[in-house]
């Protein structure tokens, strides 16, 4: 009985927890989207596709397409477009920013068979935790409801 009760009480507030949570969330998006200052971003990714070049140039251009041998400075190239894209408030990856990327992609690798380059898509931590805390909340409210629910029938 006192078990049941005390997850009665408790469950609002959890609640209220929860959506307080999500609310948080979504305003973070919300802000995000508005302050994404993309005249700002669209600036400053040339930069990151200069320096991608400059270091292209380098390899030989019949390696362009080993993922061996220019692996390191994509991977700055991409972490340059992130930082540019955060630096303006914006998302990474973004529709803008994707465009950019793929228009230096057909720069160098439009040669390349599909075989021999193999893209991989870039982690996105933000999209992950805002995919997979309100699924991971959504379980567990559920399985305290449930928890509660069965509780409650066995005890009264
Ligand atoms: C966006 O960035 C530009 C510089 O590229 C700046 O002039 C403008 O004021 C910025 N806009 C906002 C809303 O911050
Ligand atoms: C790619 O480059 C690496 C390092 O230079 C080399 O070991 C490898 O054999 C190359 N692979 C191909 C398919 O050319
Ligand atoms: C692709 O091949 C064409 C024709 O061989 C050549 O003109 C062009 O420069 C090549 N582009 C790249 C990125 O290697």
Partial sequence: ????????RHLPVLLLWVNAL???GLAGVHQQINLC?????????????K???EKMKKVDSKKWCNLTEFI???NNFTQ?????????????????AESFITGIHKQFFSNCTLDS?????????????LIFVPVMLTCAM??????????SDILV
């Fill in 1 to 8: 009985m006192e078990a049941s009760v005390r997850c009665r």
């Fill in 22 to 24: 999500m609310m948080l």
């Fill in 37 to 49: 200052n993309e005249s700002l971003m669209l600036e400053k990714l040339p930069a990151c596709g």
């Fill in 51 to 53: 320096f991608f070049e």
């Fill in 72 to 74: 390191m400075y994509y």
């Fill in 80 to 96: 340059c477009t992130e930082r540019e894209a955060n630096n303006a408030s914006c998302f990474w990856p973004n529709p803008l």
């Fill in 117 to 129: 380059v193999h893209w991989e898509d870039p982690p996105n931590e933000i999209l992950i935790t």
């Fill in 142 to 151: 559920i399985m305290l409801v449930v928890w509660c629910s069965k509780r």
